[in-house]
């Protein structure tokens, strides 16, 4: 049984995270600017600052990225250094923060995906490669191995039944893999004309939506079991896609590119790929994640800079700052990477690894990525007359 390094949130985090579920505010958080079923409460998850990390402890600034996100609301991500070594994947629970640790030999991992039994799915490097890896607290992290032929792989997601999905790679390339709950490893192989692929996500009934080149260019794709690999095409117009969210319903989300610009997409067996536009003022959106509801979220520019986004049928493309304030004028959500099913999101901060300017008194601030924790908050019951 491997070990790991642990840090605790401060107690004063801890105890918001506890009560998120139960829509509790946080002190240092301002206030929702609305009260109904769009609100959320707004927690920002810190940096690894305080834990050793190889030789020493973290003295500078650091940074968090929130990837993935479960039913219980736990978070999966990296932080640690701003140049990426000395890194750590990261798991958020309500009560606590859990550095994976590497495999041996490694300075770096990062975390992509979590089932609702709290396994966690990413990638760490060792001291010649770069591989997938499987975490669970009872047996640590485990190398999840390449095709025969490989050196390097790569693991992005996981659905509750235990299967993953990402990459492999080698002297033939990279190619979209499954690992199998039982353990065994499997290409998915490539789109038509193609010579690489990457599997991003998979649902519950073992659908898997990714990234594969071919011979009109990138493309998105569905790989069924039945089916094999299918291009999803683009929107009118483009050139390329990605996929990077499947839903158990079998919607698919991503962004389509071209002349016009790149577009978040939704794309449903029933109505194909449609647009779902960008916020106001803006140019480019990504569709990043999205839960059995349909609810999507993203990134998306707009007037204002890159913004993080909700989608919904009923009311559209929203700015999740103005459902979720900071309380902070210098601290954005720039980008909303996961929703679960209960509609709390996984979202991260900043426009860049390190972004300088200045404050009123001419002094230099920096701004950097960190993850926050977006908990849908509970409706009020209407009154009674």
């Known amino acids: 049984m491997s070990t790991h390094p642990t840090w605790q949130i401060p107690r004063v985090l801890a105890a918001v995270l506890l009560l998120l579920r139960l829509g509790a505010g ?11 079923e769009d609100a959320f409460t707004t927690v920002d998850l810190g940096a690894l600052t305080s834990i050793h990390i190889s030789a020493g ?35 958020w629970t309500k009560q606590e923060a859990i550095s994976l640790g590497t495999l041996p030999g490694g300075d770096y991992s990062a975390a992509f995906g979590i089932n609702d039994a709290g396994v966690v799915v990413g990638t760490s490097n060792t001291d010649t490669v770069v591989r997938a890896f499987r975490w669970t607290r009872a047996e640590g992290m485990q190398d999840l191995g390449t095709l025969p032929g490989d050196n390097g792989s790569e693991a992005f997601h996981m659905n509750n039944a235990g299967d ?6 080698g002297p033939q390339g990279i190619r979209a893999v499954l690992w199998s709950r039982q353990g065994r490893i499997e290409s998915l192989g490539t789109l038509p004309g193609g010579d690489a692929s990457r599997a991003l996500a998979i649902n519950e009934p073992g659908d898997v939506v990714g990234t594969a080149t071919s011979a009109a260019g ?40 071209g002349p016009p ?13 449609q647009d779902l536009g960008t916020l106001p003022g803006g140019t480019y959106s990504r569709a990043l994640g999205m839960n059995d509801a349909g609810d999507v979220v993203g990134t998306s520019t707009s007037e204002k800079g890159p913004r993080a986004f909700r989608w919904t049928r009923r009311k559209g493309m929203h700015d999740l700052n103005a459902l979720s304030p900071l309380g902070d004028p210098d601290t954005v959500l720039s980008e909303a990477q996961a929703i679960n099913q209960e509609g709390d999101i996984a979202a991260l901060s900043g426009a860049g690894e390190a972004e300088h300017d200045e404050d009123n008194h001419g002094k230099k601030k920096e701004h950097f990525y960190r993850a926050f924790a977006l908990a849908k908050k509970q409706a009020k019951p209407p009154r009674e007359r």
């Open 218 to 257: 990138p493309r998105a794709f569905l790989w069924t079991r039945r089916g094999g690999m299918q291009d999803l095409g683009t929107l009118p117009g483009d050139t390329a896609s990605e996929a990077f969210f499947i839903n158990n319903a079998g919607d698919v989300v991503g962004a389509s590119s």
């Open 26 to 36: 946080h002190p240092a958080a301002a206030q929702d600017a609305t009260q109904d």
């Open 164 to 169: 993953v999905v990402g990459t492999s790679s």
């Open 57 to 91: 402890a973290l003295t500078q600034e650091s940074i968090s990225f929130a990837r993935g996100i479960n039913k219980a609301g736990h978070m999966v991500g990296r932080s640690g250094y701003i140049n990426g070594t000395d890194t750590r994947a990261v798991l």
């Open 261 to 273: 610009g790149t577009r978040a997409f939704l794309w449903t067996r029933r109505e194909g790929m």
